[in-house]
């Protein structure tokens, strides 16, 4: 019996794509505005992973044309300091997006500051009238990594308007925002998570299933209906038996025996999020503009 491979949704080339898209259009804007947009990213304490992350966002940054305007803050920093901090952003009349980078040390309220950022500077999409806005169906910047996922499934041409769509896991940063998203776009949703019971009984029934809990290969081939989507948002850091760290996500390699299409960890999800980050940030420039 011939083996199924399924085929990738790639969206590291997909990235590429959206940065030349952004590109072009400050390329366009900035004669108008005399200036390039501007994203902040507020990093505080030095968690190696952050910093990984904050490089990469500011590399992209560099790349399509948007000037970083980044504030690495010690550890024993203040909330009230970070908080006038993103004061000074939000009337900067330079800076479109702001981004403080999660997690934050444990003395930090992080949704306290992340409240603070005025919602059209809300370049992570995670303010609660930003997700109001959602909620309403209104125009607004979207949470970054379900935005990144919508615009993947989109690049594939595959349908959601009607069909049977299961997000497992339910944070305000992805499986909220998620089945908002695919409610919009008139698919059936069901959210499964830790509490869930049968939980191979609810992820078998959807046509398109989404993995974002964060537990290393918790999907497996025997929980996904044959010929289903299956996108996984897990960034797992695990470390082997010699010692090597790598990054794997919640589902299991053997899904892509029975799947038509999944998304590969790393180059999948998570080259989406930073080019939505980028696309919030040139939406609020745009607005700017406008305004």
Known sequence: ?????????????????????????????????????????????????????????ERACTRVGIASFGKHFPTQTTQTELE?????????????????????????????????????????????????????????????????VMRLLQEYNIPLKGKSVVVVGRSILVGKPQALMLLEADATVTIAH??????????????????????????TASMVKPGAVVVDVGMNRIIDESGNSRLVGDVHSDVADVADFFTPVPGGVGPMTVAMLLQNTVTSYRQRLHS
Do not use: W
């Open 194 to 219: 830790s509490k869930s019971e049968n939980l191979a009984t609810i992820t078998k029934n959807a046509d398109i299933l989404i993995a974002a809990v964060g537990r290393p290969a918790l999907i």
């Open 1 to 57: 019996m011939e083996t199924k491979t399924a085929k990738l949704l790639d969206g590291k080339a997909l990235a590429e794509k959206i940065y030349k898209e952004l590109s072009d259009t400050i390329i366009d804007l900035q004669p108008q505005f005399g200036r390039s947009p501007g994203l902040a990213v507020l990093m505080v304490g030095d968690n190696p992973a952050s910093a990984a992350y904050v490089r990469n966002k």
């Open 84 to 148: 006038q901090a993103i004061a000074i952003l939000n009337e900067d009349e330079r800076v479109d997006g702001i981004l403080v980078q999660l997690p934050l040390p444990q003395h930090l309220d992080a949704v306290a500051l992340l409240n603070q950022i005025t919602p059209d500077k809300d370049a992570d999409g995670l303010h609660p009238i930003n997700i109001g806005r959602m909620v309403r169906g209104e125009d607004g910047l979207r949470s970054c990594t379900p935005a990144g």
